[in-house]
């Protein structure tokens, strides 16, 4: 579904996991700062929304977002994480760097998820042009870094629950 059909700060609070228990890493990308930074207030104040604690959520900056698989690395080596969320913001410009960027992006941090069995988080806008981004970061079709967090919490709490439980994950009441 379209982003603009989908506002990006909704989900379903009501039947959110706590954080509480969970690490998470932050990785944002320089470029596009006024629109990467905005996605991680949103991305930072949702997780602690949720009751992560803040000594529990560690941050690092990359110069842009073709650096975040990279960043995304060293934090997973560096921590013991629940999950980790990427922030980035690559806009089309008159050459295709971007399809260059976004499948490098994509992929790095799809390979990550399997050789470490952690889920890192896609919060990449992926926009036609500033004013697309800025509807994307708090604007009118909300902030993906909200998204991400919640995506985030999700994944971290399944990790959790298919390690403890048997039985049925999901789709229960
Ligand atoms: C070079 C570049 C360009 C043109 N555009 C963006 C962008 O819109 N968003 C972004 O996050 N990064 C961009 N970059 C920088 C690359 O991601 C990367 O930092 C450099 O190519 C150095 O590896």
């Known amino acids: ?21 969970y690490h998470f890493g932050i990785v944002v990308a320089d470029w596009n700062a006024e629109i990467t930074h905005a996605l991680y207030e949103g991305c930072y104040d949702t997780l602690l929304k949720h009751g992560a604690k803040a000594d529990r959520i560690h941050t690092v900056q990359v110069p842009g977002s073709f650096e975040l698989p990279a960043g995304a690395k060293m934090m997973a080596d560096r921590y013991k994480l629940d999950a980790v969320i990427c922030l980035g913001c690559v806009i ?6 971007n399809e260059y960027i976004n499948t490098a992006v994509a992929g790095g941090l799809t390979n990550l998820s399997m050789v470490y069995g952690l889920p890192f988080i896609f919060g990449v806008l992926t926009p036609n042009d500033q004013q697309q981004a800025k509807d994307r970061a708090g604007g009118k079709h909300g902030n993906k870094g909200i998204e991400a967090a919640a995506t985030a919490i999700r994944m971290a709490e399944l990790k959790h629950q298919l390690k403890e439980q048997q039985g049925k994950i999901g789709f229960s009441k």
Do not use: F, Q, W
Request: charged share 35%.
């Open 92 to 97: 089309k410009g008159e050459t295709r760097h």
């Open 1 to 21: 579904m379209a982003s603009a059909l989908k506002n990006l700060s909704k989900y379903d609070e009501e039947h959110m996991p706590s954080a509480s228990d």
